[in-house]
């Protein structure tokens, strides 16, 4: 298999929303580190968040301490892009899943990364990879699994994936479920890198046609979602959004409050030791 060696990426630097610790990454540097892991072995995990992440993150402790445990967790979306605004912090590029599949399979393809495809309904998965390989030759999806099945079937599923040797495992089961599955079964898969990659194997395999490229260029593939299947998406987007808003305004304020608590405090304590420093002999 030709497998060239590739440079350690810089540790990129991070930023915190709602309590989760998100990697700052552009797109390229995202596919190089995801490159180094698989080449270079291990057991590695990667997250995507988003705006209905970051929401059950506040309200479920144990998917936040799941994301927390992950090597590294990219900026997916619009929502983060405004939480940052909100908080004042430097916009992060927005690393999805469903844009970067296509250029990962471009470098899988080209250095010879076997992929494996876990989530979806019956046959999701299997068109997104016939799909796939005939987009770029030379891709290898080397198994692929639906994503319904209950917790006793998981060594099983486990079993296939370690019998396909696949480098990259991409687990399409939305959030929580992927990423709680994730942490759960990671020792028991010999892939270098596992991935939550939420609903994209239904945009490739043409089962859900993605929003037009204007509406993801302006933030608002969400209202695209939203309007193809809004049953299960109101939840998510039109209580989950003003809520998510809500909860990054009030951190914004906590963070202001406690700012201002240390300056008083530096103010009340530094002001000696200054009188000091300044009479110390040159
Ligand atoms: N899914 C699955 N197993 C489950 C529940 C869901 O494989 O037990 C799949 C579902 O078929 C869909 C994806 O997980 O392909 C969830 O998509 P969603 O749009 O919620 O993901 P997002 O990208 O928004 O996280």
Known sequence: MPRDTVSEPAEPRGF??????????????????????????????????????????????????VLARADRVFADGSG??????ILG???PDNVNGTDMLPLLCERAAAKGLRLYFLGGAP?????AAQELT????????????????????????????N?????????????????????????????ALVMGVGGLFDFYSGRIPRAPLWMRRTGTEWCWRLAQEPARMWRRYVLGNPLFVARVVKDRLDRRVEERARERLLNRYDRPFALTMHRLPS
């Open 134 to 161: 005939r987009r770029y030759p030379g891709l290898q999806v080397v198994g692929n699994s639906h994503g319904y099945f209950s917790p006793d079937t998981d060594e099983r599923v486990c079993d296939d994936i």
């Open 80 to 85: 983060i892009r405004l939480a940052c605004g």
């Open 163 to 191: 019998r396909s040797r696949a480098d990259i495992v991409l687990v399409g089961m939305g959030a929580p479920r992927q990423e709680m599955w994730i942490d759960t079964n990671r020792q028991r898969i010999d892939a």
């Open 16 to 65: 915190e929303i709602l309590g989760v610790r998100i990697n700052r990454e552009s797109m390229d540097s995202a596919l190089d580190w995801i490159e180094a892991r698989a080449v270079g072995g291990g057991r590695h995990t990667a997250q995507f968040v988003n705006a209905h992440c970051l929401n059950l993150a506040h309200q479920h402790r144990t998917y936040a301490r």
């Open 123 to 127: 046959s999701v998965a299997c068109y």
């Open 89 to 91: 912090l430097e916009r």
